[in-house]
């Protein structure tokens, strides 16, 4: 009686439990072959840019979505650096206003605030142009979104130069510096894939 109970509850419930298992185990088996196309993909492209560990550890997160394509490759860096140019000009603004700072550390973090507002705006524009980019007029188009990363390059420099010798206290100076060279080097980054992708059309 026993028995028969255990069969007709336990066994149907155990057949589901596998087939269960069978049907995850054998869709995400095809899943780690994309992955790693995809990985390998970001990892050769990176290879091509200035800073190329920085590229794919920013980039690697987002593999699903750039599968093996030059173009969504290059719409993600674009993305992904226009975030992080978002978040550390909202941080300088808000850093700006720390009380405690000397009237020359003020002035530096005006002028860079005033200069990576200019960046995010640049970085906007180029990526909004990416998502409507044809072939028509791709080569217009293309020019537009290298000039304006271009910019938004020049402009996150302008500021890391504002922090050039005693300007800023050490502490201060060091915290600063270091996120905007870390947005530098992701927007040089996308710069590069950006023209690797155009360099296809060509």
């Known amino acids: 009686m026993e028995g028969s109970f255990f069969s007709s509850h336990f066994l149907p419930a155990l057949l589901i439990f596998l087939s269960l298992t069978s049907y995850i185990n054998l869709s995400s088996a095809a899943r780690p072959a994309a992955d790693k196309a995809s990985t390998e993909f970001i990892?050769?492209?990176?290879?091509?840019?200035?800073?190329p560990r920085l590229c794919y550890t920013s980039l690697s997160a987002h593999a699903s979505v750039i599968q093996t394509s030059?173009?969504?490759?290059?719409?993600?860096?674009?993305a992904v650096t226009l975030s992080?140019?978002?978040?550390?000009?909202?941080?300088?603004?808000k850093m700006v206003q720390s009380?405690?700072?000397k009237p020359r550390?003020?002035?530096?973090?005006?002028?860079?605030?005033?200069?990576?507002?200019?960046?995010?705006d640049q970085l906007r524009r180029a990526m909004g142009e990416m998502t409507q980019i044809k072939g028509s007029?791709?080569?217009l188009m293309m020019d537009d979104i290298q000039t304006w990363v271009s910019t938004a390059l020049t402009d996150e420099?302008?500021?890391t130069d504002g922090f050039a010798g005693n300007a800023m206290n050490g502490n201060?100076?060091?915290?600063?510096?270091?996120?905007?060279?870390?947005?530098?080097?992701?927007?040089?980054?996308?710069?590069?894939?950006?023209?690797?992708?155009a360099s296809l059309h060509n």
């Open 172 to 197: 201060l100076k060091t915290t600063v510096r270091a996120r905007i060279v870390n947005m530098a080097h992701m927007t040089s980054n996308a710069l590069g894939l950006i023209n690797s992708y």
């Open 43 to 51: 990892r050769t492209s990176c290879g091509t840019t200035t800073y």
């Open 157 to 159: 420099d302008t500021c």
């Open 70 to 78: 030059p173009k969504l490759l290059a719409d993600t860096a674009l």
């Open 99 to 101: 009380h405690g700072l």
């Open 137 to 139: 007029n791709f080569g």
């Open 105 to 120: 550390e003020v002035a530096a973090m005006h002028d860079c605030v005033e200069e990576l507002s200019d960046s995010v």
């Open 84 to 93: 992080t140019a978002r978040s550390t000009s909202s941080l300088m603004s």
